[in-house]
């Protein structure tokens, strides 16, 4: 499993985080990051989607909502994965085509959420604010991502 991209968004959508993985020798390209902002944001529609139908589900029978979203949605060679928090923050990775393991999968956005808690728990930090400044956060991102720390 290859992560190309990981995006934190915040609770009125707005984009809190979005790195795209590229090369180590050079950055990548503005088309190609825009190319990961706009998969990011059409991954929201299929979060709501998710959202209402666990609602509905939950409301219908009182089950518990998983934050775990799965699959959101495939497109081109790449699979898009997502998550939501109890404060409505919302994670998403998009992978390559391969198939992961949901183990894998679950364990990565665990591990991206204690991150996220870690780094908005500091009291300079403003909350729903823009983590772009967080350079321990961005240091650990790149960390998990580039080894596979999940």
């Given at each position: 499993?290859?992560?190309?991209?990981?995006?934190?968004?915040?609770?009125?959508?707005?984009?809190?985080?979005?790195?795209?993985?590229?090369?180590?020798?050079?950055?990548?390209?503005h088309e190609e990051q825009m190319r990961y902002h706009l998969i990011v944001h059409t991954a929201l529609d299929y979060i709501e989607e998710r959202m209402a139908a666990q609602?509905?589900?939950?409301?219908?029978?009182?089950?518990?909502?998983?934050?775990?979203?799965?699959?959101?949605?495939?497109?081109?060679?790449?699979?898009?994965?997502?998550?939501?928090?109890?404060?409505?923050?919302?994670?998403?990775?998009?992978?390559?085509?391969?198939?992961?393991?949901?183990?894998?999968?679950?364990?990565?956005?665990?591990?991206?959420?204690?991150?996220?808690?870690?780094?908005?728990?500091?009291?300079?930090?403003?909350?729903?604010?823009?983590?772009?400044?967080?350079?321990?956060?961005?240091?650990?991102?790149?960390?998990?991502?580039?080894?596979?720390?999940?």
């Open positions: 499993m290859t992560i190309l991209a990981v995006a934190v968004l915040g609770k009125e959508n707005n984009p809190l985080y979005i790195h795209a993985v590229g090369p180590k020798e050079s950055p990548l390209p609602r509905q589900a939950a409301a219908g029978g009182g089950a518990k909502m998983d934050m775990y979203l799965g699959m959101l949605y495939p497109i081109e060679q790449l699979r898009v994965y997502g998550q939501l928090t109890s404060c409505h923050i919302k994670l998403i990775a998009v992978i390559d085509d391969e198939e992961p393991k949901e183990t894998e999968l679950r364990a990565l956005f665990r591990r991206l959420h204690a991150l996220y808690v870690d780094t908005v728990s500091n009291p300079f930090h403003t909350y729903d604010s823009e983590l772009y400044g967080s350079t321990s956060f961005q240091r650990q991102v790149e960390r998990i991502v580039e080894a596979g720390l999940w």
